[in-house]
């Protein structure tokens, strides 16, 4: 049997606690339905959440310091489980059109040779009415930096307060649907790119002389 394919779905948001928009993050509850949809297609789904990690603000990366012993030793622990994942999908929230501080400086920690080459799936929310689109071309233009590659198919979640039921279920037929879709995109791709390289190795640039 075929081990599973092993995603990294990342949250974005810090938020604890009750609020005009509910108790907690709805990242926590967006998350949650997409960890149980992509699980359902098969995949092994690895959930990194900022407000489960003690990141400090950002000062120095991992690959930009001389020696990198001094960093504790779950975040290598995580370089280690980033270089090994088959694909990357991310829940963001969208703060004032803009992505969250605590999803790119958790991703910042990290060197883009530990995201390359994979693919990431991009899903957003808001309380609004625009479920996050303002940032998925900020977030698509991050997440390409760092040499993930997007899958086509995008999935916004509008006005999420309405979305879920009292105990944290989506409710809603058409996000489902599109949440869905973009799993099995995602799988498809993780599958595709994986089975690819073994035949035919990502080129490695030339050493500068």
């Not at 928009?21 to 949809?37: F, H």
């Not at 092994?44 to 030793?73: C, N, R």
Request: hydrophobic share 35%.
């Amino acid at each position: 049997m075929a081990a599973k394919l092993k995603t990294i779905l990342f949250l974005s948001s810090c938020r604890k606690g009750a609020s005009f928009t509910g108790e907690g993050s709805w990242g926590d509850r967006v998350g949650k339905a997409m960890k149980e949809i992509l699980e359902e297609q098969g995949l092994e789904v690895s959930l990194w959440d900022p407000k489960d990690s003690p990141y400090t603000i950002l000062e120095q990366p991992l690959h930009l310091v001389p020696d990198a012993s001094g960093f504790p030793q779950w975040m290598h622990d995580k370089k280690k489980e980033l270089e090994e994942a088959d694909s990357f999908i991310i829940c963001s929230a969208e703060y004032n059109s803009a992505l969250p501080p605590a999803l790119t400086n958790m991703l910042d920690h990290y060197p883009p040779a530990a995201y390359k080459d994979r693919p990431v799936a991009l899903l957003t929310y808001s309380v609004g009415p625009f479920g996050g689109c303002r940032i998925q071309i900020n977030l698509k233009a991050h997440v390409t930096e760092l040499g993930m590659v997007p899958v086509p198919a995008s999935c916004t979640v509008m006005s999420v307060g309405s979305m879920f039921d009292e105990e944290g279920n989506l409710t809603d037929d058409r996000v489902k649907a599109n949440m869905v879709k973009q799993a099995k995109e995602l799988k498809w791709y993780a599958e595709a790119l994986k089975s690819y390289k073994q035949v035919r190795p990502v080129p490695v640039p030339p050493k500068k002389q």
